[in-house]
């Protein structure tokens, strides 16, 4: 029957008479779409259309935006966090200088003062390998200075000792009693030094007695008044420190015979 189908509508087989009606599947005759077999019931006409989903992804501009803004905020944080570190360790490279300086005054005042009777105090100029002159101050008959109990008849030698970088570090040494130049040039040559302030510059000794300064002050001078220390310490940016240290005089003990109880008249 060509692309038509018979249907029976409303009429059974047993009626006589009933009439056939000819109809089409679809009334599209462009559809390619047929009924395989006879229905009952027709498909409406109708179009479909699917809606367009919204893009969800990120653009390139938005990509190298956001990575610029994350590259910015990262940069400001290490830049504050450098910052504050930097400054947390210059302030803790200041303090231990500080403290350093502090304790290196302290054990040297305790030597001024602690200095016994027969001790003796000298200022000696000597020559360091390279040539430069070093100021070396002589401790002599002492006991319990800087640390050292006893000195077994030596002495404790302090000075300042140069440096490669052309600054000086304040050292200690203990020479032996009686120990001939020779040996004693060997061994201030020698590694026997115990540094106490290192990278200091333009060390100074005076001392102060008959009413003057003095630069040079030798045993038989006797006992000096004050001794005063100047130099810049380079770690403190080059401050310049002067500290006089009082050394105790000795008393005069005069054992003055008592004069003689006169005799009452008779």
């Not at 259309?49 to 938005?62: D, S, V």
């Not at 504050?84 to 403290?99: G, H």
């Not at 020479?175 to 026997?192: E, I, Q, T």
């Not at 008959?210 to 220390?229: C, Q």
Request: glycine content about 6%; charged content about 20%; hydrophobic content about 40%.
């Amino acid at each position: 029957m060509g692309n038509s189908k018979c249907e029976m509508r409303n009429a059974p087989a047993s009626r006589p008479g009933a009439r056939l009606r000819r109809v089409d599947s679809f009334h599209n005759p462009h559809s390619a779409l047929r009924a395989p077999h006879c229905s009952s019931f027709r498909i409406p006409h109708s179009t479909f259309r699917i809606a367009p989903r919204p893009c969800g992804a990120f653009t390139l501009f938005e990509v190298i935006l956001a990575l610029l803004l994350l590259g910015l905020l990262t940069g400001a944080v290490y830049s504050i966090t450098s910052a504050a570190t930097e400054a947390s360790r210059t302030t803790l490279e200041e303090q231990v200088v500080v403290r350093r300086v502090e304790a290196f005054m302290k054990v040297t005042r305790e030597a001024f003062l602690n200095l016994p009777c027969e001790g003796r105090v000298q200022l000696r100029f000597s020559k360091s390998a390279s040539g430069a002159p070093v100021p070396e101050i002589i401790f002599e008959e002492t006991t319990g200075v800087f640390g050292v109990p006893s000195l077994g008849g030596g002495s404790l030698i302090l000075a300042a000792r140069p440096r490669a970088d052309g600054s000086r570090t304040m050292s200690l040494l203990l020479a032996p009693h009686d120990l001939p130049s020779a040996d004693l040039d060997r061994l201030k040559d020698g590694n026997s030094w115990i540094p106490l302030l290192p990278r200091v510059e333009r060390v100074k000794w005076s001392f102060f007695a008959n009413g003057e300064w003095m630069d040079e002050w030798l045993p038989e001078n006797g006992r000096p008044l004050t001794a005063r220390l100047e130099m810049e310490c380079l770690d403190l940016g080059g401050a310049k420190m002067d500290v006089q240290f009082w050394i105790p005089p000795l008393a005069a003990l005069s054992a003055a015979a008592p004069s003689p109880t006169p005799s009452p008249p008779p």
